[in-house]
């Protein structure tokens, strides 16, 4: 079994959220409690300005956009 890997994401030294690549289940984001009281929405366009994980679009098999981590979570 592939371990989950775990990063914690900062801009300006303030926690933003985490980063999760789980081995065939994908690549997840999800913002921290405090960065949604009083922080932005990094990708308005792309990402939902809420505390529950979403996965990267990168890692879904429908898209034909890919990372170059999505070999490694997808």
Same mark, same amino acid.
């Given at each position: ?12 030294? #303030? $926690? ?7 081995? #065939? ?5 999800? $913002?921290?409690? =405090?960065?949604? =009281? ?18 990267? #679009? ?7 956009? #890919?990372?170059?981590?999505?070999? =490694?979570?997808?």
């Amino acid at each position: 079994m592939k371990p989950v890997v775990h990063l914690r994401v900062a801009l300006a030294g #303030r $926690y933003v959220g985490e980063l999760v690549m789980a081995p #065939r289940r994908g690549l997840f984001f999800a $913002y921290a409690p =405090a960065w949604l =009281a009083d922080g932005f929405a990094l990708s308005p366009l792309n990402m939902r300005f809420d505390a529950a994980p979403q996965i990267s #679009r990168a890692c879904m098999a429908h898209s034909p956009i #890919r990372s170059p981590m999505a070999g =490694a979570c997808c």
